[in-house]
């Protein structure tokens, strides 16, 4: 196969940070020489006692990943202070609401006043350096301040996304044993508002059965509807920050300090608390904010991902910040009021790079190139992508239609582990292909094994891995370092192992197919079929589940659920409603199933092990190529599940 090529683009490259061969060069000696690397780049961050260590990291043995590791510095120091000498009153955060009448410009001046208020807010309530902090907020610019605030005083942060349920919410605030949630009365999306404060009251219940009893909640007021209030505990944001000085000192912390706890999901068991730290994320952060979009100062800067996942955090908040740039934080919706809002907020707020994820390309695609083509987009010079594969098509109109064939597109591969952008093009160096996200970033040495760990060369598909330590890596799971080790370094020994499936070509372009574990990305969230069959069978009518991802035109994947029922439980409609209902209540409307079929029985080998192969192909409706099923205990459960499909084509 033959892709068709997208040579670099003359007015990107005509300002361009880094040429193919600065790339080349600077690539190489990023892998012979990662010491004098990352000693010189290491510098661009301000360090209050610098680093005279640089890697220290072993994927061998109990796994030990180290970076800068006797420097001190602080990421809010770094993220604000650090600009205000000569860039303070430039606007740091542009705030667009849901409501299109709304938005708001706050400079670096306004941020820091803000940040240092709420630290002193969380100080006077006892907050300390290692403490946990839970933040469950909407896209409102108090968000990124209570980030900011709790890297300033030491505080790990654990953002949970708004669209998480009370059930997900209290069981993260059990993980990380914190007693401090920062939220907002209500969200608001697409006109609808969500009710975080009374989903966080939910939440405390469930922690205080797992014996955390959460101290101190402090409420942003948002829309000012009521909620629930329960004086002592809950304080209005906007009235203790009035109460506080307008200053606060950062605290020195070491380079290997935690900086924040994110849970993602994986093939297993319940969500891990991936555990980033100080120095070395916030110099990939920022490191690769300016170079993979190419930022030049004064440029705008928009990505729709939320803070409540790892997109937001590096690329809303910690890189965008550290960088001095000019971040866009969105409320709303793709197509709020309508499918035109994108591009309408480009055009208003004169964005000239943006990016976004391969779900939102297709939906606001099927809308027609209307809504796109009646606001200007002349300040768009490059596009990103994230969060899954974008399929050529997507790809194609993104390019033609959104960037008017003048923008490059940059698909940056990259996971809530990795903490940085890992696989991509760099906009003046890389000649692009429509779907692949292209060469590895300085630092980053991938590799593709087979299934037996044998190492592959040249053209070929894979198992991708990444062979040795990059500093945003991530350092460990929150309490558990076992399942860390376990979980990335144990399928090919001494190897970070990625969980996805890639293609190398022959030009040695990274083409990602996407998971080869139970991993499923549902409009670029990853989500484990484990946490979905685990919130079926809680419900009383539901004896056995199992959960695959099928291809979804918008979605990416949709969820296809297989449910035995309970003896004596007849399978209906309203039975389906009942249980998609359940499966939203248990973790949130991202996990809402596609698809319920009701099956007798599951097709299992003769230990039990059910063939998720099988039951794959039947949700794709690709039964003809079931292969072998001659391990099967009772093939004609087979039959059945064939006979009721829910995908027929
Ligand atoms: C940043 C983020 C990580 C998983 C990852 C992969 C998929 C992300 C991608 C991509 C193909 C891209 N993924 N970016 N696949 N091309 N450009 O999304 O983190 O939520 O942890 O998801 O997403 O499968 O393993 P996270």
Same mark, same amino acid.
């Given at each position: 196969m033959f892709a068709k090529i997208y040579p670099v683009l003359k007015p990107a490259n005509n300002r361009a940070l880094i040429d193919n061969e600065t790339y080349q060069n600077w690539y190489r000696e990023s892998i012979e020489n990662p010491e004098r690397f990352w000693g010189e780049h290491g510098k661009r961050i301000d360090w209050s006692k610098p680093f005279t260590k640089i890697k220290n990291t072993s994927f061998e043995g109990d796994v030990s990943i180290k970076w800068f590791e006797d420097g001190e510095t602080n990421v809010s120091y770094n993220c604000v202070d650090r600009h205000l000498a000569t860039h303070a009153d430039q606007v740091a955060i542009i705030w667009e609401g849901d409501d299109p009448s709304l938005s708001k410009k706050i400079t670096y001046r306004e941020v820091h006043e803000q940040v240092c208020r709420l630290a002193n807010v969380m100080k006077a309530r006892g907050v300390k350096k290692g403490d946990r902090v839970t933040v469950y907020m909407p896209m409102i610019p108090e968000a990124a301040y209570a980030m900011l605030a709790c890297a300033r005083i030491g505080a790990v942060h654990s953002v949970v996304f708004g669209g998480f349920s009370p059930d997900a919410l209290g069981g993260r605030i059990v993980d990380c044993e914190s007693t401090f949630v920062i939220t907002a009365d209500e969200g608001l999306r697409g006109g609808k508002p969500i009710p975080l404060k009374n989903n966080v009251d939910k939440a405390i219940d469930i922690a205080a059965r797992g014996h955390i009893m959460v101290k101190d909640v402090i409420v942003v007021r948002r829309t000012g509807n009521p909620t629930g209030w329960a004086p002592g505990r809950d304080l209005w944001y906007h009235e203790e920050c009035a109460k506080v000085s307008a200053d606060c000192a950062p605290e020195p912390m070491n380079a290997e300090d935690p900086l924040f706890i994110l849970y993602t999901s994986g093939s297993t068991g319940r969500p891990k608390g991936v555990l980033h730290t100080t120095g070395g994320y916030l110099v990939y952060a920022s490191m690769t904010h300016q170079y993979v979009f190419d930022y030049h100062e004064g440029d705008i800067y928009w990505c729709t991902a939320d803070v409540g996942w790892v997109t937001g955090h590096s690329y809303i908040v910690y890189g965008p910040l550290a960088n001095g740039a000019t971040t866009l934080m969105f409320e709303g919706v793709p197509n709020y009021p309508d499918q035109g809002r994108f591009w309408e907020v480009v055009d208003k707020h004169k964005v000239n790079i943006f990016y976004t994820a391969p779900t939102a390309i297709r939906a606001l695609m099927g809308a027609g190139d209307d809504f796109v083509k009646r606001s200007s987009r002349s300040s768009p010079r490059l596009l990103g992508s994230v969060g899954e594969p974008i399929n050529p098509e997507a790809w194609e109109w993104y390019y033609h239609v959104v960037g008017d064939d003048r923008c490059p597109i940059v698909d940056t591969w990259w996971q809530t582990e990795t903490g940085g952008i890992m696989i991509t093009p760099l906009p003046g160096a890389t000649d692009l292909k429509a779907g692949s996200a292209t060469r590895p970033f300085f630092g980053v040495k991938p590799e593709l094994v087979d299934g037996e760990g044998r190492v592959l060369e040249g053209a070929t598909d894979g198992n991708l891995c990444i062979t040795d330590s990059w500093p945003g890596q991530m350092r460990t799971i929150h309490g558990d370092h076992e399942r860390f080790i376990q979980t990335y370094f144990a399928t090919y020994k001494g190897k970070y192992f990625t969980g996805d499936g890639c293609r190398r070509d022959e030009d040695g372009y990274y083409w990602i197919t996407g998971r080869v574990d139970d991993v499923l990305n549902v409009s670029g969230h990853r989500l484990g079929t484990a946490e979905v069959e685990s919130a079926l069978v809680s &419900? &009383?009518?539901?004896s056995e589940a199992a959960v695959v991802g099928y291809p979804h035109d918008i979605k990416g994947q949709g969820i296809y659920c297989y449910v035995t029922l309970m003896a004596g439980v007849q399978g209906s409609d309203e039975l389906r409603k009942t249980l998609v209902g359940h499966v939203r209540t248990e973790i949130?409307?991202?996990? %809402?199933?596609?698809k319920i079929q009701f099956a007798p029985g599951l097709p299992k080998t003769r230990s039990g092990k059910i063939m998720r192969r099988i039951l794959r192909k039947i949700a794709e409706d690709?039964?003809?190529?079931?292969?072998? *099923? %001659? *391990?099967?205990?009772?093939?004609a459960v087979v039959d059945d599940l064939i006979a009721n499909r829910q995908n027929k084509k």
């Open positions: &419900h &009383h009518d539901v949130g409307p991202i996990a %809402s199933p596609d690709d039964f003809g190529a079931l292969g072998d *099923t %001659s *391990t099967l205990a009772d093939p």
